[in-house]
């Protein structure tokens, strides 16, 4: 039994080498063992050999059903694990492959957002040194904003809109059309036809939409706007002006959507700022001209109460404060040493006005007076005034001159001619009395409301003196213009008047001037 024991536990052993080796692939080793092992059994004992045999067949069997079950389970997980790795190798591919599109077009767009910025920077600096936004020329600075504005966001339509005081109308301005090159007006819309559109715009500085047909505030403009005009996108900057709505900014694309990205509505409201400093430089513009016309005007007012020399003296004084101006009194004084004096009165006027009614008064007083101011400037003098029928001119002043005497004789003489052409309502004629002297005189501008240039000193009451005792239809002058005027002119002495406050005086009548 040992000896069987033995023999069929080394038959065992050598059975699972060979199964062993069997499944490994080495036939060779395999038939080695076999034959060593078999060496060892007797095989003169059928029986043992016999049983052995089954023995054996059973095992090998058993352990070769074992083992083909282990490497189907083996070779399964291990496809498993292959697909499982492959699934996810696979999915990471994908992402990696996601990622590097996401990253093409974000570059692209950074790309795209970069050039638009470049692009945008480059208009808005060219338009801030626009001379025509700068100073107000509005329509130029309308279509430069909308050209521009056009080819820096590459869009077909760009037009300026107005509102009315009550904001419930708009009229485009100016609308530019890029394919067309030109600059044209588009129709008006109402707050009525287009209530949330309007309403859209008065509560928010922005509106767009990249698709006008998903957007509730554009459906009203659909039919009778946007549609016939191919319109499928929608950018609207407002603008205001200190503080008040006047309009919008539009930019309108067509055919094809078109997606604003920030910088895009950005550099609408830039451009509508552009807009707003450009209308509010027109309204600085239009005050300043309205002004210059104002101080035109107050400058040609200035100059038929003051000579230009005194006028041009005044304003540079205006400059002084208030307090200056009333503590000062006298704004414009100067001293004369010589000047002429003329006083010319209209003989038994006062008779005559209460004769007449107001306005025939004052049309007579004006029509004699303005022939009186042509000779003035023909003569170069100075009208200081009139009295009621009086007149009062003089020679010599604000600048000056040595010929004035002989500048008051001609017209003294050129007076007595031109009141001939008037005539009363009995058809008689109109009579002068005038009075000239020569002599020194303070001239000056006082007072601060209705002020006038006037003269002061004896010369002017002698010359007052002279008109008053004179004679009708005659020049009244004194010994001192005498002087002045014998070697040009024919003088009739009188004798000697008494004149008030200056005794006796003798005077002179002049007549004509004497022909060379």
Sequence with gaps: MATLAVFLGLQIIAIFFWRKELFDGNLDTKLTIQSQFLNIIDVNKPMLLESLRWVIILIAIAGSGVLARSVILNWQRLKKSNQELESLVKERSNELDASKSSLQRTNFLLSRREQQLRKQQNVLFALTKDKAINQGDFIVAVQNITRTGSFALNVERVSIWLFNKNKTVLHCLDLYQKTLNSHTEADILTAE?????????????????EDLQEESIFKELLPSYCLPLGIVSILLSRFDVGGEIMGILAFEHTEIEHLWLEEEISFANSLSDLLALGMEAQERRRVEESLRIEQKKSERLLLN??????AERLKSVQSMTKVHLKSSGTIVADSFDVVTVLFADIVNFTEYAASISASELVNVLNEIFSEFDYLVEQYDLEKIKTIGDSYMVVGGLPVPSDGHAEAIAEMALQMQSSIKKFKRTDGS??????GIHTGQAIAGVIGTKKFIYDLWGDTVNVASRMESYGIADCIQVTEVTYQLLKHKYLLEQRSAINIKGKGEMTTYLLKERIEI
């Design 193 to 209: 036809k287009y209530p949330s559109f309007f309403n859209a715009l008065l509560e928010n500085r922005t509106v767009s939409a």
């Design 305 to 310: 109460v003051l000579p230009p020399e005194i």
């Design 429 to 434: 004629d109109f009579s002068l009395r005038i």
